[in-house]
């Protein structure tokens, strides 16, 4: 496969997977195929299964209210707002990180983005866009919003939780909420252009992610969640089905759905961070990109096999 000179990251279809360019650029370390990288918004797939499985449980509802579960805290997401809403990014809420903006709003250092609590905080204070359930509008306050149910519906902590009810049972041994100041020597650091250099990402994400985004993950890993998916060992198949079913045009609860192509995505992108990857049920074909840079992954991806 030729590929963009810039392109830094692993593309994986089924099964045949190829790294290419720096994991670690000041200390030398190329990337592998079994790199850990993050993912960014593709974390949201997994923020939803986690939700979905506490519905199945009974534990939640997709008609329960964000606040019969928040009490008094965020005053102002409205009292309609339901999991539903939240998940289908039909709810409405405001957004510290509003992409239809372009720009980040959040006032909080990233340094103190890491504990459920401190992203409550950093959610506080952000007037409704519109009604809920009035249309689609991209959202990551949702998403971390969710990953605050969950955690209280459930009794453990977010990021255990995403472990225990999705990385478990699809084999994942590889995906985790790192923290992007204290990497592990397996993960990539991420790479993105200011004034000119090419800086790390540290100063630009998270310390470490939440409901929105985040989590670091491989290749095979990204594979096994879509085989894990399908195979029901998440959710039932019946909840596949629900999650798959569009509520927009393009989107489901937590998937993107390419329906004309018979496809389900998940992807992210952040500063030093592009994540694509997508799955066809019917073949059970899977391709997927991870990047530590921005440069050429969008070439990469166009590029046929």
């Not at 997709?62 to 289908?88: C, I, K, N, Y």
């Not at 007037?127 to 605050?148: D, I």
């Not at 500063?271 to 990047?291: C, D, Y």
Request: proline content about 6%; aromatic content about 8%; charged content about 20%.
């Amino acid at each position: 496969m030729a590929r963009p000179p810039e392109f830094s990251g692993v593309v994986w279809i089924d099964g045949d997977a190829t790294a290419y360019g720096m994991a670690d650029r000041s200390h030398g370390i190329p990337n592998r195929v079994d790199t850990q990288f993050a993912i960014a918004s593709g974390t949201k797939g997994l923020t939803a299964l986690t939700v979905v499985s506490l519905v199945e449980e009974g534990r939640l509802a997709l008609s329960t209210t964000a606040r019969s579960v928040l009490g008094d805290d965020l005053p102002l997401v409205a009292g309609d707002v339901t999991v539903e809403h939240l998940l289908s990014h039909r709810s409405g809420i405001g957004d510290y990180f509003d992409e239809e903006l372009g720009v980040e709003v959040n006032p909080v250092p990233v340094q103190e983005l890491a504990t459920t609590e401190q992203y409550l905080a950093a959610l506080a204070g952000y007037p409704a866009k519109f009604e809920a359930g009035e249309r689609f509008a991209y959202c990551n306050s949702g998403f971390v919003l969710l990953g605050v149910i969950a955690e209280r519906a459930s009794g453990v902590p977010f990021h255990d939780l995403v472990l225990q009810r999705v990385c478990e049972p699809a084999g994942m041994p590889d995906t985790a909420f790192l923290r992007s100041d204290e990497l592990p020597a397996r993960a990539a650091r991420g790479y993105v252009v200011v004034d000119g250099h090419l800086r790390s990402n540290v100063f630009h994400v998270p310390a470490r992610g939440h409901g929105d985004g985040g989590i670091y993950t491989t290749a095979a890993d990204v594979a096994a969640l879509w085989d894990a998916l399908y195979a029901g060992r998440i959710v039932s198949p019946a909840w596949v089905a629900e999650m798959t079913r569009p509520r927009s045009e393009r989107y489901g609860l937590g998937f993107w759905l390419d329906t004309p192509r018979g496809v389900v995505r998940l992807e992210g992108a952040d500063a030093g961070v592009r994540f694509m990857s997508e799955h066809q049920p019917s073949t059970g074909s899977t391709r997927t990109l991870i990047a530590n840079a921005a440069e050429g992954a969008r070439e990469m991806w166009a590029t046929p096999a």
